[in-house]
């Protein structure tokens, strides 16, 4: 990259014609070729994932997986299915059914079952004539196992069957997925309340963001104040942004070729904006520094590009390599996740590496032109270094280092506490802010038909070892006698039934050798005793089942691929640390030439990933400052934050650690004194440090109030790492450790350290000052 920087100073020009022909091109490719988005996701070697192909292969109705959506209804007062709901409510039913996506929707409002559209099944697939052989007590029983009206008569629903691909994925726009919502929304008026829920309204039901906006704005705040500037304060924000738009179209691409999430634009958005800003910072900052010292603009630009340039360049690149270390998981959903982030991050490190150089050395002096009261002219500091305050607060840190450093570290381990009591598991649509369309759903089908419905367990019966003839009547007998089971479907007094009609229409049904049971907990989905039905039917019913009947089951459904989800990640996560650790340390023994430096890198970028997680435990899963913070419900954190914020912070960690310990070194290959080489990184790198790391927590912070549970929870994990990484862990901890290890922070082997290469990130003698340096030499003395 160096070199790309170097021709941008030289030809800003050809540099700037150059970015805008990339830019047009991957703008262009984006908007045309543009895959889309989707959740799907699947993992290797478990158990739901079993169930789920089982199915699948033997040609068994799965419907009950997923696919489809449901409208739910209630009035205040009355019935849910009295003439008067009915004439509001099939016309929306009705003008549902006509969109192009949609094959079919029931009618709870026809006594005879009789759904609405044009591609609905007879008789809900079964046998008209074998139906009416029934008798009224079997019709009666066959009615309530199908039943979508709740049993006191107040809540019924309609669901929402859609077209298919050739693959059996679903076919639907997403014209039609805003039209059912806003359809459902017209109901709510005049004493009814109407819900939609189900994944494929997911994003079309989501406000458009607006946090982008609130976390630039704070971000020009903070850059106005920083450089007193204005053009200087706006140049980092429109280098950020066209970058994080080529990032934006990449993600889009990379659609294409692999599963991206639906929130993965969002997320890279807010990981792409926040590194932008701060990769076009240091750059800049770099490039004022220069100016301020009376450096003409071509020379503090190549300056900026040779010293800052190089930081974010390992800094973008530890990120990148951070995030790419997710492959070692094997689960494509964090693949997509990994290539979406990454894309962005390289994007908007190639703009601060090649638009900004171009534009700094366009502009020269006018990059610091528009100043404000207490902006500075270029050529200010001739002879004045700066950051004689910081090195001040540093020898306040020496005077008593052990203080600063258990104080640190008793802080950082108190916010940690909380993670111990982390619980992993997916959102479920309580947690939809109150008066959404699917937080009305949720809710209307939990009163009317109880808290299970709305995250059944799906078991898969394998009967080819049956060993008698009523196996299947012992298996749904056992399943649903099991603690914490309300009821099963088909139920075992249906199933005799199920077995008449089977041998009426001739299909054989009843000797399918796989059938699906749903298996409706009398918990909520996010409620612990969920989890433990689970285990229950694992390793407790299902083996005693087996073991009497022969009847393999597999318990599959949404509950069961979380817990299978964060089995996985557990499994793999050893192998990501090591990998993401390793790397980081490697590169850091190779920048730094030291042992000691890295590894202190290492282990309190820990401290700050667990400090974090306990901050998010306790905001989102025991309910701490829910309210002010927008939290409408508490519940289980996705299993997949953990692993991708450490990946996020593991990264951006060793940016900071990169800025502030290369002036350390600097200082100590020049003068051998350990304390003053801590001064020295602090008076050359705290201030920038300090600006970079409000910027991107106040990015971060801007997405809290999303109405996005997911973008909602990264926002305040990211935020609260960065916050504390920097301002406790880099700021007080590390150069309070560094000043007590004396001379062992810079030792190597000295056959390593003739090897090694020699990298410069940072240079700038005689731009920053020590307010007093120890006049010693600790390479020839004993470490502190």
């Not at 970079?692 to 109405?707: G, Y």
Request: proline share 6%.
């Amino acid at each position: 990259m160096g070199a790309l920087s170097r021709w941008a100073v030289r030809r800003p020009i050809w540099a700037l014609i150059a970015w805008f022909i990339a830019f047009v091109a991957v703008v262009g490719m984006g908007v045309r070729f543009g895959g889309e988005l989707n959740d799907s996701f699947e993992l290797p070697d478990t158990e739901s994932k079993v169930a789920t192909d089982l199915l699948i292969s033997s040609g068994t109705d799965t419907s009950r997986l997923d696919g489809g959506a449901t409208i739910v209804w209630s009035p205040e007062v009355g019935s849910a299915v009295e003439p008067a709901v009915a004439e509001r409510v099939v016309p929306v039913l009705t003008a549902i059914s006509e969109l192009d996506s949609v094959t079919c929707v029931t009618n709870p409002f026809d006594p005879q079952g009789g759904p609405i559209g044009r591609d609905c099944p007879t008789g809900g697939g079964l046998d008209p004539a074998a139906l009416s052989a029934l008798t009224p007590e079997e019709q009666q029983i066959l009615a309530a196992q199908f039943s979508t009206i709740s049993p006191d008569g107040r809540v019924a629903y309609a669901t929402v069957s859609f077209a298919t691909t050739a693959d059996g994925s679903l076919d639907v726009s997403t014209a039609d997925a805003k039209a059912i919502i806003d359809d459902v929304k017209t109901l709510n008026s005049d004493g009814l309340r109407a819900g939609a829920q189900g994944q494929v309204l997911e994003f079309a039901g989501q406000e458009p963001p607006s946090s982008e906006a609130i976390g630039l704005l704070v971000a020009i705040i903070i850059l106005l104040i920083a450089f007193g500037a204005v053009v200087a304060a706006g140049l980092p924000i429109v280098v950020a942004v066209l970058g994080l738009a080529m990032g934006q179209m990449g993600v889009l691409i990379t659609a294409n070729f692999l599963d991206v999430a639906t929130f993965a634009p969002t997320l890279a958005a807010m990981i792409g904006l926040g590194v932008g800003i701060d990769y076009a910072l240091f750059v800049m900052n770099r490039y004022r520094q220069g100016l301020l010292h009376g450096h003409t603009p071509k020379e503090a630009a190549l300056e900026a590009v040779q010293t800052a340039g190089r930081a974010v360049v390992f800094a973008g690149s530890t990120v990148i390599i951070a995030l790419l270390g997710l492959f070692v998981l094997r689960i494509n959903f964090f693949n997509g996740l990994a290539v979406a982030a990454a894309v962005t991050v390289f994007a908007v490190m190639l703009s601060a590496l090649w638009l900004l150089p171009a534009l700094l050395s366009l502009l020269g002096n006018k990059a610091l032109a528009l100043r404000l009261p207490w902006g500075k002219k270029p050529g200010a500091l001739v002879g004045h270094p700066e950051g004689k305050r910081w090195a001040h607060y540093g020898r306040f840190l020496q005077k008593r280092p052990i203080i600063p450093a258990l104080l640190a570290l008793a802080f950082v381990v108190l916010l940690a506490l909380p993670a111990f009591g982390l619980r992993q598991g997916f959102a479920d649509d309580s947690g939809k802010p109150e008066g959404s369309s699917a937080r009305i759903a949720y809710d209307l089908r939990a009163e009317g038909f109880g808290p299970g419905v709305n995250g059944p367990f799906l078991v898969v019966a394998d009967l080819s070892g049956a060993t008698s003839p009523d196996a299947y009547a012992q298996v749904i007998a056992g399943l649903s006698q099991t603690e914490g089971v309300a009821g099963t479907s088909p139920s075992l007094e249906s199933l005799p039934i199920f077995a008449k009609l089977s041998q009426g229409d001739g299909s054989g049904a009843s000797q399918q050798t796989v059938q699906a049971i749903a298996v409706y907990p009398t918990t909520a989905p996010q409620d612990e005793a969920t989890a433990e039905l689970l285990e229950r039917l694992r390793f407790e019913t299902d083996p005693a089942i087996e073991q009497a009947t022969g009847v393999k089951l597999y318990v599959g459904g949404t509950q069961a691929i979380t817990s299978d989800f964060t089995t996985v990640l557990g499994d793999a996560l050893p192998v990501f640390l090591l990998i993401v650790v390793g790397l980081g340390f490697l590169a850091l023994v190779l920048l730094f030439h030291s042992l000691v430096v890295p590894l202190t890198a290492a282990l309190t970028s820990l401290l700050s990933f667990a400090a974090a997680m306990g901050i998010t435990v306790a905001v989102f899963q025991w309910g701490w400052l829910a309210g002010p913070l927008g939290v409408v419900s508490t519940g289980p954190i996705f299993p997949f934050l953990p692993i991708m914020v450490f990946a996020i912070l593991f990264g951006l960690s060793m940016d900071y650690q990169v800025f502030l310990v290369t002036r350390m070194q600097e200082e100590w290959a020049h003068t051998g004194d350990n304390k003053a080489a801590v001064r020295r990184g602090l008076a050359g790198s705290g201030r920038v440090v300090v600006i970079a790391a409000a910027i991107m927590s106040s990015v971060f912070l801007a997405f809290v109030p999303s109405t996005n549970s997911t973008i909602k929870l990264f926002g305040l994990a990211l935020a609260s790492a960065v916050l504390i990484d920097a301002f406790i862990v880099r700021l007080v901890l590390v150069p309070s450790l560094m000043s007590m290890l004396g001379k062992a922070n810079w030792w190597l082997p000295g056959w390593l350290d003739r090897i090694l290469p020699t990298i410069n990130v940072e240079g700038g003698e005689g731009e920053i000052e020590d307010d007093e340096p120890d006049a010693v030499d600790e390479r020839q003395t004993v470490g502190v």
